[in-house]
């Protein structure tokens, strides 16, 4: 019974030791590229649009997981005031990479002005942005089918087309 439990703990440690190697591996990653994680340590906080204007750009590091056939939206600092909606005028700083981790875009020296609509950004920006406070910082991981305002055509994939964004969100009104 004694080996039974050791085993177990034993497995147990190890997960929790390969949880930790990852964060810390792409934390020892981003500090060797000059700027902060992508994803802050601990617990959110909340953080204003003043203090989201001087947040040096971060480095995003593709998760380890297959490409997403659904969004995926995580907050990684709260903001405040009123959520965004739908048809909202907003200004951003982002950053993105391609899902097998190279550069896509960025805009980050000035904000970025848009209206929340499909007209004006990607289907995974209408979808995952609502909710958003100003001075938050949003990750979305969007899959292939999200990610252009243009249809891809029926039956195509694209899995390594998935792209993921960290959003500021500055302004919304």
């Known amino acids: 019974m004694k080996a039974l439990i050791a085993a177990v703990l034993a497995c147990g440690t190890l997960v ?10 792409s934390e020892a990653s981003d500090a060797s590229k000059g700027g902060p994680p992508a994803k802050p340590p601990g617990p959110l906080r909340s953080e204003s649009a003043k203090q989201a204007a001087r947040r040096p750009e971060p480095k995003v590091t593709p998760p380890r997981i297959r490409p997403p056939r659904e969004l995926i939206v995580e907050d990684l600092i709260k903001g405040s005031g009123r959520p965004v909606e739908k048809g909202d005028d907003l200004a951003v700083h982002f950053t993105s990479i391609r899902f097998d981790g190279e550069f896509f875009e960025s805009i980050w020296d000035k904000p970025f002005e848009f209206e929340l609509s499909a007209k ?14 100003v001075g938050g910082r949003r990750e979305l991981i969007v899959p292939t089918e999200m990610t252009s305002r243009l249809p891809i055509p029926p039956g195509q994939n694209y899995p390594d087309h998935a792209l993921i964004y960290v959003v500021d969100l500055l302004r919304s009104h």
């Open 16 to 25: 929790l030791a390969g949880c930790g190697g990852a964060s810390s591996a």
């Open 120 to 133: 004006d950004v990607s289907p995974g920006w209408v979808q995952g942005l609502p909710g958003m406070r």
